[in-house]
């Protein structure tokens, strides 16, 4: 498992390798969403304000049919940079690994089966606060049974997400609890005196460090029901959360809730962990001990531009990307080169079904 | 397992209790809707027709947390006769079995995590058509995505269902393949004329026997969804089909679809088993060869009468009761004996919290 770099507790990431290696796998898709993405300027995930909702959605029908049905088109760049559901399709499916798509808040369905949550999105944290308190905890609730459940079926859940200006609120989220965080961009030039401008607002409205209190004014609906999955399911299993930046909020909210940090690794490309503009390491080591597995997909050396753009800044990681590329080393033992192939291939295959 | 009793295709029977016996089971609990159970006097689920509808998600809730959310009680007749949710919460929740609540098609949403498909509900099958084509076609390609997924989770998939009406519809069904079937009834004395008036009704829209135009005609959601399941997850594990006469409305439209008959066994209560108005073991030996396991919850020594009832001809099975407490018996081996004090305490607690 040479491609796979450990970060942070070296030695908690050899165990956890070890006890996942040629295991079970299950991965779940965590849709949700936050009007604070409409703010022009803030996401490339989506061109317009109004698409921007369609590409949760349009993320978990990739990831069921290989093609969407909620709109015409696969979520891509109009210069050819795909989604990330495509390197997470291409892993999963490689290694036969099970996926769930969870609505968390999410505004449009997939046209699919999906598990319902009936949760709210979340509101524009630069105007007004995210969440209700008693929504904060109904998500934690809610995540704490799908935890449960899909722990009590698996060796190791991985769980990714898609949220739409998701850094802005993670980055609210950890600015509340105190953390001092620079989050990860899906561009490469990150907004981040935009994105910061929208925290300050939403941290002028509250000083309160309660958890509760933090998720509610300044988060979004993704950030407690993750972090209620994450709480139940490492009581029964491994758990590999799948993502950047977003799911250090999620891990700061959990250690309010409480949750196994032995059975925990968080799982990303290198993209993020060598984001300049980012301290994913410092964060997560600022939270817990737990440790950060990173994958570098080489898609420097993909035959196509729009998935070379990874390499070069654009996107990075989404759709628990980084996570389903390791969970599928894990299982299968498969290099990133072969699987660099199959990331190509799929691309070619959207590529020529326009 | 001495308390399990395997009819029909014996060998195929003691196979199957082999390759599961002390293995991971997941219970996944199908409900949906058919207005055909709104004709007057056609089930006893729910007093009056308005409250059937409430039927289903209240199951799901008290699976999910050991009351209801939906509606301020726990549905049982007015004379204490539980829902059969009871019993298979008791067997469940003693063998550490993870549930997942499915809707297809049923009108109203539980409050909780649930797996949505966006199924219509069925019309009433006397005066019009249950559902179109394309609503049939559907319903199996869902359940097939969702069956695939579930089955590559766990050593057994055991799926109950929840239809208000269903045994009505699935009369229907089985009659327009040119099945002879009676169908069991939630009470004693079984409406069979009133069914087979209805069913004669639908019948006379169409003597088509091509299985989408059955079901389109003369079926109901669960039908299909659950046929859908069975075809894909039987390709990857076992599938204990866990209901009454329902399921055999199930077997036969599969049969056209396709599924493993070397993984299935259909899971019911004796008393089903035992019902002389209906003949659930002539109907599955005409449709297909797999095993019957049928067992006897001995609800006559209970201490309580709404428990007695059943052993009486009340309820008899539904929310995949016999299934899941044959299921919780294979992978505990525990006995029934001990299962029936386990269910006389569920009663007693659910007695006392009103």
Tied chains: 1, 2.
């Excluded at 499916?93 to 609505?103: E, G, L, Q, R, S």
């Excluded at 981040?192 to 004014?217: F, G, H, M, T």
């Excluded at 990303?268 to 301290?279: F, P």
């Amino acid at each position: 498992m040479s491609d796979i770099v450990i970060h942070c507790n070296e030695e908690k990431g050899q165990k956890f390798i070890k006890s996942v290696e040629r295991k079970h796998f299950l991965f779940s898709f965590v849709t949700s969403y936050t009007k604070t993405c409409e703010i022009p300027g803030i996401t490339v995930a989506g061109a317009e304000p109004d698409f921007l909702k369609f590409t949760p959605p349009a993320d978990s029908e990739f990831l069921q049919y290989g093609f969407c049905k909620t709109i015409d088109v696969i979520p891509m760049t109009p210069d050819g940079k795909p989604t990330p559901a495509l390197l997470t399709r291409a892993a999963l499916d490689f290694a036969n690994i099970p996926k769930v798509v969870i609505n968390a808040g999410s505004e449009i369905y997939p046209k699919m089966p999906f598990v319902e949550t009936n949760l709210p999105f979340g509101k524009n944290i630069s105007v007004e606060p995210a969440l209700e308190r008693s929504t904060v905890k109904e998500a934690i609730d809610f995540g704490k049974m799908i935890g449960r459940t899909l722990a009590s079926c698996t060796n190791c859940l991985v769980i990714g997400e898609s949220i739409p200006g998701g850094t802005t609120t993670a980055l609210a989220v950890l600015k509340s609890f105190g953390i001092g965080a620079r989050v990860s961009s899906s561009m490469p030039e990150n907004p981040e005196s935009l994105k910061n401008e929208i925290v300050e607002k939403a941290l002028k409205r509250s000083n309160s460090k309660e958890p509760y209190d933090v998720i509610a004014n300044a988060g979004d609906p993704m950030i407690p029901f993750i972090a209620g999955m994450l709480s139940s399911a490492s009581e029964i299993t491994n758990v590999i959360l799948a993502g950047g930046t977003q799911m250090t909020a999620v891990l700061a909210l959990a250690e309010a809730i409480g949750y196994d940090k032995d059975r925990t690794a968080l799982g990303t490309t290198s993209y993020i962990v060598d984001d300049k503009s980012a301290n994913l390491l410092e964060i997560v080591k600022s939270i817990s001990d737990i440790p950060v597995l990173s994958i570098n997909p080489k898609l420097e050396d993909s035959k196509f531009s729009g998935l070379r753009a990874y390499s070069e800044g654009f996107v990075k990681e989404g759709v628990g990307a980084g996570g389903s590329i390791i969970a599928s080393m894990l299982k299968t033992g498969i290099d990133s080169q072969r699987l660099l192939e199959l990331i190509d291939k799929e691309y070619q295959r959207i590529s020529s079904s326009k």
